[in-house]
């Protein structure tokens, strides 16, 4: 089995983004939602599934769309609202497609609010959605970066604590940039990807929660491509090794638009670190005029890659039942 | 000859951070600076001059301590005499050591004021000082990221202008981060990069200044490794490819610490559009266990990375010699 960890219902029907549209007006609870499930069929038959028959790929791992999230417009309780229907959403995609898609949730995050009033969402997403684990925004303000780091104890550690009681992990994943200064899908979330990835290496976080995980999308950020500024960075500060510090805990997606950065990701990430994931119908959209091919279609570029077939197997689906605890059974519940 | 594009003097004598400290603590202009041309000297001939030494590079274009810069400290004021303090000491530096340094000079940016108040600094550093080059901070506010883009025409374009006239290149380079999101050298820094680089790719800047400059450090941020990321943003926008687009006018240094990164770099950046840098006495001062060698000892890794040997040559030499057009005549003049 192929498992797509990262992909976003970006194909929604146009409904819901007038209903955003609308709170976005100053409309906190613009009414109920209108869209069936034909139309939600459609849209994932000829967006998400399709990719999946045409690319070979057998589950993706399916959230709301990211720079959708928005946690900075209005406030916790527009965001609640917005996240409870999206989540909702991504419910009646699995429950229309039982063996293609499985559940993660965005939350309900908000600038100046600790995401401690996240929980009750976070709860209900995987006790009553059977979701698999949960987005987490370390820049609510949308690339103003106003809140705390994402190791500050009390801000955020009683978000950590519910996700350890849960047993899922976190795509650490930022939404819309509203600073002019960072394009969305190329600076503001590669930023976001590098900026966790530092702040967990500086700090306890996961001696204070052993099993705490998180996934950082995108390749990583610049992670992967600085793997020896990091190493070195970490060593000046007597930080403990990589093994110890940070790879039972983080985890890097392969969504990477290019042969050479698979490569460079496989060869000097561990990979027992590493999730498949393309991010389809996502940031980019076209073909590689140099490959004939989608920029995101990743799977070509890890079957290429030089490294075993069992590497692939750990890459491609073993790896994500690890990070996932909850999705296997989960994926039986379904049938 | 091996020229190192990226060198800052971290190793200055303490005199130096007491000036500032009094500045930081409110006094603009704590009086004259009392360092000895023995003193530097001292610091470079143990520092710099000796990296240099032992690894086989030649000659470094030097600037103030990049992290030092912090432009958010106090006002534009403040900002004018610390960095015509700097710029002077860096003056010094190369008078004495005129074979093995050339100067670059940092800018007096501060927050909220538009770039133009660094011609006069600018100007000053090319043709009294024998400067080279700038560096040019994205994002003066130390991680806040309050001003405009770098590709906006009101804010940016009159020190550009300048660049243009003068004939010299900016190093885009980030100070000190004052946000606690962002760790200064392993997050501030990269991203400060990958902005910018989203910023150019974006924007008609070098439609607007054919000839304009610029060096991205830290290879590039994350752009070489998300190569294919950046193609296909581009084309999903109708850009331009990028051969016309930003690679007569952008180029990225090889401060990458690892062998797999330098290769990478070299694999998918055109040849001409790469510098030898090492950023050395830097971000990074340790040993890399799995080399034995220094980190930031980029040589090693060109030296193995697999291209031929003109291609070194140019990332050596002969690329940093077009790039700072006036350096060649500048080594000239000071013998």
């Known amino acids: 089995m192929i498992i797509d960890c990262h992909g976003h219902y970006t194909t929604a029907p146009k409904e819901l983004q007038a209903f955003r549209n609308a709170q976005i007006d100053g409309n906190d609870n613009p009414g109920p939602l209108n869209i069936s499930d034909d139309q939600i069929a459609e849209t994932i038959r000829n967006g998400q599934l399709k990719m999946q028959q045409d690319r070979g790929s057998d589950l993706t791992i399916f959230s709301p769309r990211a720079a959708g999230m928005g946690h900075h417009i209005g406030t916790a309780k527009t965001s609640e609202i917005w996240s409870t229907l999206c989540n909702d959403l991504i419910h009646r995609v699995v429950k229309l497609f039982p063996k293609n898609f499985i559940g ?84 503001h979330y590669i930023n976001g990807d590098t900026t966790a990835f530092m702040q967990f290496i500086m700090s306890d976080i996961f001696k204070d929660f052993p099993t705490l995980k998180f996934i950082i999308p995108h390749g990583g ?63 980019v959209r076209g073909i590689d005029p140099e490959t004939g091919h989608h920029f995101d279609d990743t799977k070509r570029y890890v079957d290429k890659a030089p490294i075993s077939a069992a590497d692939k197997q750990k890459i491609f689906e073993a790896n994500a039942r690890k990070v996932y605890p909850r999705l296997t059974a989960q994926l039986a519940k379904q049938g």
Chains 1, 2 share one sequence.
């Open 104 to 187: 993660v949730c965005q939350l309900p995050q908000s600038p100046g609010v600790a995401p401690a009033n996240c929980i009750k969402e976070l709860e209900r997403c995987v006790k009553e959605l059977g979701f698999v684990g949960c987005n987490l925004n370390p820049d609510p303000s949308g690339g103003k970066w106003i809140d705390p780091p994402m190791t500050d104890k009390k801000w955020w550690y009683p978000i950590y604590e519910k996700m350890v009681e849960l047993d899922v992990p976190a795509m650490v994943h930022v939404s819309m940039s509203c600073n002019p200064n960072f394009h969305t899908t190329g600076a």
């Open 221 to 283: 950020g610049a992670v992967p491509y600085h793997w020896g500024r990091y190493r070195g960075l970490a060593q000046d500060q007597k930080r403990a090794p990589f093994s110890e510090l940070v790879l039972k805990n983080v985890f890097f997606d392969t969504c990477v638009y290019h042969q050479p950065g698979i490569d460079l990701l496989t060869k000097v990430i561990p990979i027992d670190n590493i999730l498949f994931a393309s991010e389809m119908i996502g940031a």
